[in-house]
């Protein structure tokens, strides 16, 4: 059968900082914080893959009270949720997600993005779509108080 999973993630966006996104470090005198290296579009996506699976959420897997998680490459995370999900027999079909940002202006960025992630799923970047959204000022991301992301993913599974 085929599953789908959802991933939601938001995070302060501080000075002092680098922003990572999809494991690329885009130039922005703010950044995100966070326990790990606070890739909000990277942990969407893991939250989407475990949410696929009924797997719980990031928190559960990777506790921030655990220093092993301090200052982590996401990407690194995403790809212990990758072998997760293989380990319960999961395949990756795809991925669709949208990075909710007031600046910096993402686009450009966007293409290295599905390519990093695509690395660490295993999948053609094809099969992977990473957009961004202005809030046109609206909000708390509007305000630049932080960035949101969301991610939808099916998984394949032998029941
Ligand atoms: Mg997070």
């Known amino acids: ?15 002092g900082r680098p922003l990572v996104l999809g494991g690329v470090t885009v130039p922005s005198e703010v950044g995100l914080d966070g326990h790990s290296d606070a890739d909000v579009l990277s942990h969407a996506v893991a939250e989407a893959l ?6 719980g959420d990031l928190g559960r897997h990777f506790p921030d009270t655990d220093p092993r998680w301090r200052g982590i490459s996401s990407l690194l995370l995403l790809g212990h949720v990758v072998e997760l999900v293989r380990g319960r027999g999961g395949s990756l079909v ?31 970047v094809e ?33």
């Open 127 to 159: 099969r992977v779509s990473v957009k961004a959204k202005s809030p046109e000022g609206l909000g708390l991301v509007g305000r630049r108080e932080g960035m949101a992301a969301m991610a939808v993913v099916s998984v394949e599974v032998r029941e």
């Open 94 to 124: 795809n991925v669709d997600a949208t990075v909710l940002a007031q600046a910096p202006r993402l686009a450009p960025h966007l293409p290295e993005m599905a390519k990093r992630l695509s690395d660490v799923l295993g999948i053609p």
């Open 50 to 55: 475990l949410g696929a699976l009924a797997l």
């Open 1 to 15: 059968m085929t599953r789908s999973g959802f991933g939601f993630d938001l995070h302060p966006l501080v000075a």
